[in-house]
Each structure stands twice: as C-alpha cells, then as structure tokens.
C-alpha cells in the first residue's frame, strides 16, 4: 500500500497520532498538576503539624525562660543545614532565651510583620532562603505560653528545593512512562489502521489485473464496507462489456448490411465496362475500403476503451511468417525475437493487421531479404512499457520526403505494383488507435525499415 500525503492511510494515521499526541499532553498536564497541587498539600499540612506540636513541647519558666525539648519526630530536624529547621524565640517582654533545631547552625531573619502580616490567628506562612541557598517555606505563629501573657514566637522551616525536586523527578518520570506509552499506542494504532485499509489495496490490485486483462472481475471476498463498491465496479465492469459486445454486434451487422449492395455495385461497374462502369467500380471499392476503416476504427476504440486485452506476440509473429513464407518462398524472411514473452495489449486481429500489412508490404517491394526484429526495451521519452517491432527490407525504400505521402489513405507510390494503397494507412490509424508510433526509416539492408511501437502488458 502506497503511504504519502494524500493516502488515506496517512492521513487517518496523522490524525490519530495527533489525537493521541494531545491527549497525551492533556494527560500529563492533569496528573503533573494534580501531583503538585497534593504534594504542595502534603507539604503545607506537615509544615502546620509539626508547627503545633512545636508549640505543644514548648513552655516557661518562673522566672520567664524558654523551656523543652521538642522532638518532632524527623531526624532532618537533627541534620545540619539539612533544609528543615525549628526556631522559638521570645515576641513579648518579660520572656527570655531561645529554642532551635540541631539542623539550624546559623540565625535565618524573618520579615516584619508589616513586610508579611499575621492572620487572624496570629499565624503567617512565606518563602525565604535557608543557610545552604535551599528555599525554605515558613510556618510561623505567635502562642501565649502562660498567664502572664507572654508570647513566644514558632517557626517551623521546610525545604522547598527538596519538594521541587521530587515534583520534577516525578514529572521526568511521567514524560518518560507517557511518551513509552504514547509510541506503543501509536505503533499499534497504526498498524490497525493499515490492516484495516488492508481490504482497499487488494481492491486495487483486482482493479489493476482487470486492466490488464488478466481478470474479468473483482474476485475475493471483501469486508462488509467494502463489499458494495466492489459489486458495483463489477457490475459497472458487465455493464461495460455488455456495450462493447453490442457495439461489436452492430458493428457487424452494418458491415453485413453494407457489404452485399458495395459488391453489387463492384459487380455491376465491372460488367457494364468503359469508363462509367470503371469509375462506379472504383468508387464501390473506395465506400468498401472506407466502411472496412471507420468500422474498424471504431471497434478498436471501443475496446481500447473499456477491456485491455492481452496478446502474446510470438504465437502472432511465427503464424504470419509461415504465411509469407508459402506466399513468397523465393524472399528469405529472418525472425529475431527477445528471450522472453512480450503481450501486447490490445486484441489479436489488430496485432495481425498491422503486423501482416506491414509484413506483406515488406514481402512485396524486397529483392531478397526481409527481416523481422523484437525488441522488448524501447528508449526515450514516454517509452515506459511500450516494445517495438521492426520490419526491414533490401528492396528500393521510401524517401524521406515521400515517407508521409504513403502514410496517406489511398496513395500509392507504384501504381505498377498491385494493391489498393490503404495498407500502410491502416497501419497508422490502428498504431495510433493504441497510442503507438510509426516510423520509416532507411534500412541498414538498402529498403525500408518500419518500426512499429506499441504497449505491453505484464
């Protein structure tokens, strides 16, 4: 199956990938967002945790000096410049001394309370840089420790770098699990879809051995989808025939029809003799050649048009050699064919009149030789597919400049030669018919050198 830009299994294939592209990308934002939003969560509710249980292992002294030993329950706590401190300082007079973390080798200021303002609770959260450049979230409170009334500031300290961190590690993460995920997603995919238009390229194939006459109709069986075109180009495919094998009818008949009265009329010139009798003769015979041509022409294009036809050239060649070779026994007739089978494509009878006239023709005006070569490869522009016959002579030849005259439909350039002058003319119409080429050329033999061009099958 063909895959570019304007397959049909390329586009389905771009758009699902796409699709699965912005899913995925949808995909990862929610989870990237939802595992932030929770773990920024989780962070703040352990900051908040461990700030109240700072306050609840936190008193006085009589004589207003800060008392406790506070155990969080997180040896980060204990680990210096590890990014998670606990400070409690003295925030009213009449409270001495002060409290921290194992972890907090050096003060870390704090924002005045016009900088950053308390809530309500006496309570206020913000970012600030710790001892090692890390950032740090601060939860910070103020408590009245007694029944003096004297308050005593909290703060508890976690690292934020730490956080980010593992946010980005899990996004890697994700992005690395996604992306697995999306190329398998999207090889499967694509491969459904290819075995799914599957069907469509052996569709064409049948269509491709219809054309080559290989087929008469569309043989297989085919997905409920694709069963209904592939009845109606049979259909279209019988249909087709059916006008062909009329047109062959009718013609047929016309030629039958018209076929008595032309005789008649050649009979009768003939018996009345002179110059009337010679001329109604020759114009009857002129009708007949006329009729013979058109209904000819047209039979071709017919068929030409609907069915290509197959013909293998060889069994064509050797059955018109013999016959000219009974027919002329005195010429040596020579026959050079290619190593393999050439099919013509187009129907015998054609094949015979263009090669037997040309054959004839060549028999007619040879001293001695004629001979009749195969080539399957023809070189030059639009030659894909086209073999070419080449018959040659040792008789006189045709000028260049009269080449084109005996192409003409009824010129004869010996009238002491018999024929009617239409043969080489009907060679031309039929070659063009197929979409051929005729050339006269000079033979390397002295005579003339017909090449003939035409299509072939597989």
Known sequence: MTVGPRSLAFRVVAFSTI????????????????????????????????????????????????????????????????????????????????????????????PTAEEVPFNSSFQRNYETQGIAGEDLEVFESEFVLDAKNRIARFRVMGNRTELENEIGVFERRLVTYLSVFGVGMIAINAIAILLGLRPLGRVREALAMVREGTAQRLDGKFPAEIEPLANETNALIDNNRRIVERSRTQVGNLAHSLKTPLAVLINEGRALGGKKGKLISDQATAMQSQVDHYLQRARVAAQRDSVVYRTPISPV????????????????????????????????????????????????????????????AVHGEDAAGMFSITIEDDGPGIPEEKAREALKRGRRLDETKPGSGLGLAIVADLVNEYSGKLMLERSDMGGLCAIVQLRSVQ
Not at 91 to 108: C, V
Not at 351 to 375: F, P, Q
């Open 19 to 110: 699709w699965a592209v912005l899913a995925l990308i949808a995909i990862y934002t929610v989870i990237a967002t939802l595992y932030q939003q929770t773990s920024e969560r989780g962070f703040e509710s352990l900051l908040s945790a461990h700030l109240f249980n700072l306050i609840g292992s936190v008193g006085v002294s009589e004589p207003g000096v800060l008392t406790g030993g506070p155990d969080l329950g997180d040896l980060r706590f204990s680990e210096p410049n590890s990014g998670w401190y606990w400070v409690v300082e003295p925030a009213s007079p009449g409270l001495s001394g002060s409290l921290r973390s194992l972890s907090m080798t050096e003060p870390i200021p704090s």
């Open 317 to 376: 060649l050797h059955r018109l050699v013999r016959v000219m070779e009974k027919l002329k026994p005195e010429n040596q007739l020579t026959l050079v064919e290619p190593p393999s089978e050439i099919v013509f494509g187009g129907e015998r009878e054609d094949l015979e009149e263009i090669v037997g006239n040309l054959l004839e023709n060549a028999m007619k005006w040879a001293n001695s030789t004629v001979r009749v070569s195969v080539d399957q």
